[in-house]
């Protein structure tokens, strides 16, 4: 009897062992008396009898063929296990988790461009989110004639338009040219839009559509470079500025390379303005070097005896005390 019960008895069931499947057939279309049905987390199992759905299960768990699923079919309640007359019915298992998927463009997409005859060349990337979202539909459209379908598949549907997509939101919505990733959520959600009505068709939604990057040609990101070099030197005083007043706001308590910078930028500033000063007061000469103040001169003098200023004479007028 063993022999006999192993015959007509089988376990309808989906390991799911490719990756990002969306819904598989069971090969064996006959189930037999006995049968045993397993419906895993993240899983429908959804029963065909001659091209119409008969019933979809959406509780995971493990169920009794004849006492739990036949009584609950549409057209086969009545339908009663012969010994030697298998249920010749198709069970589909749908995937029921939302899946990520990575997408980059093929080829380089041209966008026009102010002076550039055939348009910038750029290449974008980023992922989308799909989950079936309408058994029936997708039963129509691609059950009937396929045995899986994949998130590749989906995958290809979707490259195929998107360099459109991408050239119609970018215009919609990009206001730099050189700056896309600025408005790269925006583009996004216009085109996740549009994706999830046309998958629609196949009953599959499109839950999410990021775009992590857009990549310019090698001369455009090293002229990038160049300009935010050039910007960054022309900050450096406006930087230096505010690095000094910070330090000084704390009290001088900052420590390392940048306040031993600061430091030095300050102690070379005021020596300057030092140097500048005393140029203005004639004490330092063009080369550089101190000189003695003035003697002599055409100034009054004084008779060292009396006080009283004298002319350049020998003799004192006051006094008469001899002056040289």
């Not at 008895?9 to 006959?30: M, R, T």
């Not at 065909?48 to 995971?60: K, P, S, T």
């Amino acid at each position: 009897m063993g022999f006999l019960k192993n015959q007509f008895s089988s376990v309808i069931e989906w390991n799911e062992n490719g990756a990002g499947v969306l819904f598989y057939k069971f090969q064996n279309q006959e189930i037999k008396k006995g049968s045993r049905l397993i419906i895993r987390p993240g899983q429908d199992a959804v029963f065909l009898y001659n091209g119409r759905v008969e019933g979809i299960f959406m509780e995971d768990g493990d169920y009794d063929i004849e006492s739990d699923i036949i009584p609950f079919l549409t057209t086969l309640k009545s339908f009663k296990f012969g010994f030697n007359t298998p249920l010749r019915a198709e069970v589909l298992f749908i995937n029921t988790k939302e899946l990520l998927v990575k997408w980059g463009t093929k080829n380089a997409i041209n966008l026009p461009a102010p002076g550039l005859p055939g348009g910038m060349p750029i290449r974008a990337f980023g992922t989308f989110n799909c989950r079936v979202a309408a058994h029936d539909v997708l039963i129509e459209k691609l059950a009937g004639i396929r045995q899986t379908y994949t998130v590749g598949d989906v995958k290809e549907r979707i490259i195929a338009s998107l360099d459109q997509l991408l050239m119609s939101w970018i215009s919609k919505e990009g206001r730099d040219m050189f700056n896309l990733q600025a408005d790269a959520r925006n583009i996004a959600k216009g085109i996740e839009g549009e994706l999830d009505a046309d998958m629609e068709s196949l009953g599959i939604g499109i839950s999410g559509f990021t775009i992590e990057s857009f990549s310019y040609p090698e001369e455009i990101r090293k002229m990038q470079e160049k300009a935010a070099a050039q910007s960054m030197v022309g900050d450096m005083n406006k930087y230096t500025q505010m690095a000094a007043a910070d330090a000084m706001g704390k009290g001088g308590s900052g420590a390392g390379m940048a306040s031993d910078m600061v430091g030095l930028q300050m102690g070379m500033a005021i020596g300057q303005q030092m140097v500048n000063q005393m140029n203005v007061n004639g004490n330092i000469n063009t080369a550089g070097q101190a000189q003695p103040a003035a003697q002599g001169g055409t100034g009054p003098k004084f008779c060292p005896n009396c006080g009283t200023p004298t002319t350049g004479t020998k003799f004192c007028g006051n006094c008469g005390n001899q002056l040289l």
